[in-house]
């Protein structure tokens, strides 16, 4: 099992920046995936970012590139996503996820086995 605490959500205005944590903590396989998601009211939810934990690839989703940046600190086992130049349609619960045993990057919902509480961002004009 894998336990996963996101924070770093708010009200932020457009054109500005915030940066969501998520530490994750439990047993997992040595190799694994990580990513981001969320979902505004009314849609489904949708990749954002990924990031393959040993090899440090990472992968975005075009509405994201060149805005959007995921890291990771291996020594506290967090991942992050650095938001800037944020719009309204940015407005979402953004999800935490973890894809235990993956190596390869992962876009859909189903590669993801365990998915934290999700934080809410909200971008104001």
């Known amino acids: 099992q894998v336990q996963l605490v996101e924070s770093g959500g708010g009200l932020v205005q457009a054109g500005g920046s915030l940066r969501l944590s998520c530490a994750a903590s439990?047993?997992?396989?040595?190799?694994?995936?990580m990513g981001w998601f969320r979902q505004a009211p009314g849609k489904e939810r949708d990749f954002v970012a990924g990031i393959i934990w040993t090899a440090g690839n990472t992968y975005y989703a075009d509405s994201v590139k060149g805005r959007f940046t995921i890291s990771r600190d291996n020594a506290k086992n967090t991942v992050y996503l650095q938001m800037n130049s944020l719009k309204l349609e940015d407005t979402a619960v953004y999800y935490c996820?973890?894809?235990?045993?993956?190596?390869?990057?992962?876009?859909?919902?189903?590669?993801?086995?365990?998915w934290g509480q999700g934080t809410q961002v909200t971008v104001s004009s």
């Open positions: 996820a973890f894809a235990d045993g993956r190596t390869t990057p992962g876009q859909r919902g189903s590669d993801y086995d365990y």
């Open positions: 439990g047993r997992a396989s040595s190799r694994y995936a």
